[in-house]
């Protein structure tokens, strides 16, 4: 699924998909939920944008906690990342870094180890 031209708010940290087990806030990311559940794996990408993910992604990955703070609904899928930047030492390796503790923290598995230095993205 591609998130360009959707309109994807960051999280509002007012616990309510702790609490109701779905995200509350009516937005283009509601439909977005049944799929990565029925997803096999949830691999993310996305350029590089001053040594970071973009602000939609992140929004995205915020919101994302959703299925994972109350149900636990993306335990063991396997996630990962793709970063692609300008060059060598682009901020890929910072980006990647950025991403997976955000698989881990809805209960993902995030696949392969974090890229070791000078190993290039």
């Known amino acids: ?19 109701l087990g779905h995200c509350v806030i009516p ?8 799929r990565l559940v029925a997803a096999d794996a949830i691999i993310l990408g996305t350029p590089v944008y001053y040594g970071s993910a973009t602000a939609l992604l ?11 703070s109350a149900e636990k609904k993306l335990r063991l899928k396997v996630g990962g990342a793709i970063a692609s930047g300008q060059g060598r030492n682009g901020g890929q ?5 950025g991403i ?14 974090p890229p070791r230095r000078g190993s290039g993205a």
């Open 58 to 68: 992140k929004a995205f990955m915020e919101r994302v906690q959703a299925l994972g």
């Open 100 to 113: 997976q503790p955000g698989c881990t923290s809805t209960t993902c598995c995030p696949w392969g180890p």
């Open 27 to 34: 937005d283009d990311m509601q439909p977005l939920y049944a």
């Open 93 to 97: 390796e910072t980006t990647i870094l």
């Open 1 to 19: 699924m591609s998130l360009a031209g959707k309109a994807i708010h960051g999280c509002a940290g007012c616990g309510q998909c702790a609490k």
